[in-house]
C-alpha cells in the first residue's frame, strides 16, 4: 500500500505525454510544471517539475486525452532513482507513479486574460 508514501498535486503538462508498449504492459511518461506561487515582490517563481508515469489503461487515457499546457490533478507514491550521468556525476531524481488522476477544468476568465 502508497497510503504512508502519497504526493497529491495539481499542475499543467510541459509537454504532450509519451506512449510506450512494453512486454508489461502500456507505460505513459510525462512531466508538469507546479505553480510554486510567488516570490515577496509579487513576481511569479519558477514551477517546479514533477516527472510523472503510469500503467496500462490509465497510461492509454492520460496519452489520448491530455496534452501539452492542460492541467491535471494526480495521485500516487513517489520515489527516487540515482543514475550518473554523462560527466559520472551521480543524479537523484524524484517521480511519482500515478495511481489515480482527474481532469482539471480550465477557468475561462483567467484563459481569457492569458491570451
Known sequence: MYLNN??????????????????EGSVS???IAVDTGKDKDGNNKDPMWVDCYCWHKKAELIYEWFKKGDLIHIIGPIEQRSYINKDSVKVDKWRVEVKEFSFVPRNKSADDQAS
Open 6 to 23: 502519497l504526493y497529491n498535486v495539481t499542475g499543467r503538462f510541459g509537454r504532450d505525454p509519451e506512449l510506450q508498449t512494453r512486454p
Open 29 to 31: 511518461n510525462f512531466s
